[in-house]
């Protein structure tokens, strides 16, 4: 009975990726296995043209900027989150609630308006470098990795911490082997949140980057744009996969957790 209530729950969010994930992500997949035209169409016939190109030495080079721009990103945040989130889990409850409330505030304007003030903050030098398209992606990503780290501190039993310094650990040996093993979930849940929207972003890439920086985001939209749609279209199954990697990943990590606990 319990697992039948929890399969009707389930079923609007599978309902939801099905209709909205699975089958847009469908119609892409069979673009890129047909032949464009000379007039930027397509025609309904099989071709491998467009994998042919998507799997060269430029593509695969631009997505693996890509996925080390991501990784980086997420790594710098997971740095910063830590004893950002630390800091806040001590505050009392109003302190902390006004401090969660600033660190979101830049998150009720737009990521154009927020990318335009980047452009005024940044020395001109900096621009069109990766450097700066991955500090700008780490400020705009950073609260999605504090806030689930603080969800975890908040959750964690503090005494822990206090009982292995009591028996003679460094502050970084309890950090290490009592503090990040039980913030593990919140470390693993903010990273997905960095590391999916940072895979597949355009406006940073396209406005810091001023043209100079290309990802697997701003290659999707250019192909697009000279209406080379099987190439594109190749080029956007090649960011989903990026995009469940973490996903995948996940839900693998749970299931072994689930196993273990069993």
Known sequence: MKAKRSRLLALP?????????????????AYSFLERDIYGGVHARFSWDAWRMATDRITLGILARTVLLAGGVTALNLLLAYPCAAALSRMPRER????????????????????????????????GT?????????CNY?????????????RADRTLVLA?????????????????????????????????????EYLVPHFIGEGKVSVAGTLVMEWFDHRHWPYAAACAAWLALIVLLPIGASMWWKSRQGELAN
């Open 13 to 29: 969010a599978v309902i939801y990726l099905t209709v909205l994930f699975l089958g847009p992500t469908s119609v892409v997949l």
């Open 96 to 127: 902390r609630t006004l401090w969660v409330l600033i660190l979101g505030f830049p998150m009720l304007t737009s990521l154009l308006l927020r990318t335009y003030g980047w452009l005024n903050v940044l020395p001109l030098e900096w621009r």
């Open 130 to 138: 990766l450097l700066a398209v991955g500090l700008v992606e780490a």
């Open 142 to 154: 950073l609260p999605f990795m504090v806030l689930p780290l603080l969800k975890a501190y908040e």
């Open 164 to 200: 292995a310094l009591d028996l003679g650990a460094t502050p970084w040996q309890a950090f290490w082997r009592v503090t990040f093993p039980i913030t593990l979930s919140g470390a693993a849940a903010g990273s997905a949140l960095v590391f999916i929207p940072v895979s597949g």
